[in-house]
């Protein structure tokens, strides 16, 4: 029962750089969530998505895309990656409670 | 608005000690309310939930009960160990919409 999965689990990118973080869930659950977390902050939401094909801004949705590909993957992707980036990275995805991965680390430099 | 206040960290206690951390809320309807714990490096687990008003969540010696006169959930322990080292979020939901403290750091001390 792997719950909710995300990739990769540590990540470097350089100013401007691409990159997609990816999250499975194999819970069935329509709600997504994309978190950052960040020292004092705490979570904070980025994009949510309620169910295959919708998806909403959250709170720091900036810089950010998302696309909820079918009821079971839900991915981040930064077009441009800043250092204002660097965080860590949680997904999660919820039915009466929420479940969570164990984040990604990203840093940018 | 939406939102959950709970007390700034970091919080250092010596073993055996009683811990209180205190959470309050503001929501319109009535949320289900959520303690998740989260170890060095992992992801955030649930640790309790309530889901109405005088409801008590409890797990592994932490309680928290949902006092929906004075919109708070504080969690409480009675005598905290090293293993509780942790960072404990309050959270709260709206049909799916999450959100969530900022968190507070607990050190436990031998």
């Known amino acids: 029962n792997a719950g909710v999965t995300q990739t990769p689990k540590f990540q470097v990118l350089k100013t401007g750089q691409s990159m997609t973080l990816q999250c499975a869930q194999d819970m069935n659950h329509n709600s997504m969530y994309w978190y950052r977390q960040d020292p004092g902050m705490g979570l904070r939401l980025i994009y949510y998505?309620?169910?295959?094909?919708?998806?909403d801004k959250g709170e720091v949705p900036n810089g950010y895309n998302v696309s909820r590909l079918n009821k079971r993957e839900f991915s981040l992707r930064l077009e441009s990656a800043a250092p204002s980036q660097t965080s860590v990275y949680f997904c999660?995805?919820?039915?009466?409670?929420?479940?969570f991965g164990q984040g990604t680390r990203l840093t940018v430099v | 608005g939406n939102s959950v206040t709970q007390m700034e960290g970091p919080v250092t206690l010596s073993e055996e000690a009683f811990l209180t951390i205190n959470c309050t809320y503001t929501a319109t309807g009535y949320p289900s309310l959520f303690w998740y714990v989260q170890y060095p490096g992992e992801g955030l687990q649930l640790l309790l939930k309530a889901t109405k008003a005088d409801d008590k969540g409890s797990n592994k010696g932490f309680e928290a009960t949902y006092r929906k006169e004075t919109t708070s959930f504080h969690l409480e322990k009675g005598s905290v160990q090293v293993s509780d080292s942790a960072v404990y979020f309050c959270a709260r939901n709206t049909g799916n919409q999450f959100y969530f403290g900022t968190g507070t750091s607990l050190t436990v001390i031998p």
């Open positions: 999660a995805s919820s039915y009466r409670r929420a479940f």
């Open positions: 998505s309620a169910s295959e094909g919708t998806t």
